[in-house]
């Protein structure tokens, strides 16, 4: 039997450079992946966020046609110098309304209210990527009534 000397117990007790190297690989991968990861899910939540805010432009854009956008021209547009600080909107966003009357009569049905097909779009840049967000809706309202 041989009997193993210090020399020997001291070798067997580390690790060779080889199975280092290939741990720090192991470690390599999976630090890049997670990296990789948490990149894109963060690049998804922020879109996520843009498109939230799109959304609220849009509502806010909606509930002010009629008020302080004007529903006799159409199409309106963000950059119209008249609504400039519409609703003191982010500039990075551009909207654009389009107006189209709806005909609500029937033969010979001669209604007190009008409505309008109206289509908003949002517009925005992100990462050099251009995103849109639209909204139709139909609104309804009095008519003018001459007087």
Request: aromatic share 6%; charged share 25%.
């Amino acid at each position: 039997m041989i009997r193993p000397t210090a020399s020997t117990r001291q070798r067997a007790a580390g690790f060779t450079l080889l199975e280092t190297l290939v741990a720090l690989a192991i470690l390599g991968m999976a630090l890049g992946s997670s990296i990789s990861v948490f990149s894109d899910s963060l690049s998804r939540s922020r879109h996520a966020a843009m498109e939230a805010e799109a959304a609220g432009i849009a509502q806010a854009i909606l509930d002010q046609i009629g008020n302080t956008i004007p529903t006799k021209k159409s199409p309106i547009k963000s950059d119209d110098p008249q609504l400039k600080l519409v609703s003191g909107m982010d500039p990075k966003f551009r909207w654009r309304v389009d107006l189209e009357p709806y005909n609500l009569k029937k033969q010979g049905d001669d209604t007190a209210v009008k409505a309008a097909y109206v289509v908003v779009e949002v517009a925005w840049y992100e990462s050099q990527h251009p995103w849109f967000l639209t909204v139709r809706s139909l609104r309804v309202g009095l008519k003018e009534q001459p007087e």
